[in-house]
């Protein structure tokens, strides 16, 4: 037994090598196999893996399969038997038909996430197939069809190797760890054309990742021009970059900007390069004819938890443009957060995620259809869940749970809701969709149904109920590695502790509601904290972890959310904290901003019971003038800014 385990590892990495020879890898279907994308996820997440990007690269999956197969045995032998397809020569790695009829008054309805279709649609298919010219070229031909359109996602050219592969071509792009919602780029959308340079090993030993793309995207009439409106094809580039200095919590950063397209300013590629990486370089100028360009950003992270129950927790931060100046502030934010559990009484699944967002995204004053391909946005949904142009803030949430029956297949529930500020002219009713989608595979196919009902922001409603079926290789694979793995499913170790915050605060805020001239200070105040968190080890003295805690800030709220909570353990009692992520205060319309600080912890004050001192500070915490009994706008500014200091006594339980 023992020399057969220790055989797993070998074989997977001969057949990597094989397969892709840590050349190029293809990528898995993103958003096109619900079914299996969730097993992909799970077995990431058992693997200890965060997935930070997507689509997914199959040399990933198969890096993350030794790890997982100790966790959930059937889950592995299923994924494995799905990467069979991508490791021959020549072959279809995905082909999906579904027919469906559809009811209700609602068809301009989008259906979220799938690259542009509409709620009634009667019928979609995709297909992708590959054939690989050796380990470093690979030539995928793809499309996605529904009523109404066709495009060529998955068609592309892959060159390179692990550290640089160079896809060019129709390559879809996500930037968020978030399952269901991405600010930045999404499948919200048609797939837009582009050329990208990225790596799906990680590169050093602090796991480092990047991705940079140069997208043209769908032509516009409604280029501003000074007095005029011009038509062109807006170009887009993007980066990400993380890090996973440890293993299973990941940072990153992400960029989008937009340019050119006949508009006034530099259309070059150079600058749209220059100015994606350079934030300020790319914004409008007093001579609107000299420098134009719309920009996006964001800061994700991600902590998987291990343990008896292992879990994923994920947060974004991302703003529409710079604020104050400076790149490092976000103007226009949004903050969305999520926990993906992989492994519940090991036959559930359950993701929850939210997203609140302010009111100026996808909207832009030069390019008048904003950040959007063929009058879709491609970002988070919500952006195709209102008027067109419309300029409002909103929340949020979907709730996604996955169930395998003892008769086989498998049942996933999905339920989205949205409701956006009433401050807009247009009033808005909340969104709600619901459904409900079972597979299994039958005879060398997956077949399954779906039944979807919901109503729009509208109130017009829609329903939808449909059959679909799938490729699939099929068969067991023989001499599997998940057999050469085989032994008692068994937990992951435990190697980290959650813990629960109780106590009071001091704070005081410095208001600036118009302009410097306005700016003073109020008065300090008390107030309670609440805080809950997850910390893995990652070495004899150094935790990493994520939080959210809440305040009473003056008699409001401020909720805190900490992407990057550093714990350094001396050898006595003592504990040094310092974190970073952003804050959310509870005004008439919501304010966000950095948040940042550090603290001092004596741990095991009793046993299992720790005494903490924190710093906490609130920068810049931006809201809109939105209202009718708001500040002023004074000049080009349009918002009103609160710096908050907060001191924290507070006892902590862990377990």
Known sequence: MKRTKLLGPLLLATLSTAAFGRG?????????????????????????????????????????????????????????????????????????????????????????????????????????????????????????????????TGSMVSLGFEYAQLDIGFRPHWFSPLTDSSMLMSTEAATMPSVTL??????????????????????SNDIVLGDTHISGDPRLTGFHFDAEPASGWSIGVNRLFQFGGGAAGNGSWRHGLTSLFVPNAGRQTADITQQVGNQEASFTSSLLFPGRVPFSVYFEYAGEDTSRGKPYLLGNSSLSAGIHFPHLWRRFDLTLEATEWQNAWYVHSVYLDGMTNYGRVVGNWFGDQRLFRDSVGGRSATVQLGYEPPFGGLFQLRYRMLQNEQYSNEHYQNFHDASLVYSRPFRGVVVGGELEGGRDVFGGSFSRIGGFIRYDEGGSLAGSIVDALSGDDQPLMQAGELFVDVGANNNRQNVDLTTAATRKNGPYAFGAHVALGARRFVSDHSDLGARIEVDDIQGRSLIGVRALDYRYRFNGPLALSVFIGAARYALATPAYGIYYGAGLQWRNLMRGWDLGFDYRYANSVARDHLLPGDPPDVGARTDSFYNISIFTLAISRHF
Not at 38 to 46: A, K
Not at 199 to 216: D, K, M, Q, T, W
């Open 24 to 152: 190029v890898s293809p990528y898995l279907p993103l958003n096109l196999e619900p079914e299996m994308e969730s097993q992909i996820e799970r077995v990431l997440i058992l693997g200890d893996q965060p997935v930070m990007t997507r689509p997914i690269a199959a040399a990933r999956v198969i890096d993350a399969l030794p790890k997982a197969c100790k966790v959930d045995h059937a889950l592995c032998q299923r994924v494995e038997r799905y990467l069979k397809r991508f490791m021959h020569t020549e072959g279809i790695t995905h082909a999906s038909v579904e027919g469906a009829a559809t009811t209700g008054k609602s068809g301009n309805t989008v259906d979220p996430n799938r690259y542009g279709m509409r709620e009634d649609s009667h019928w979609d298919a995709s297909a992708q197939v590959y054939a690989q010219l050796g380990a470093y070229v690979l030539v995928d031909a793809g499309a996605v069809a529904y009523q109404g359109r066709t495009d060529f």
């Open 198 to 219: 990225s790596n799906y090993s990680p590169i050093s030993p602090f796991g480092l990742h990047y991705e940079v793309f140069a997208a043209r995207m769908s032509k």
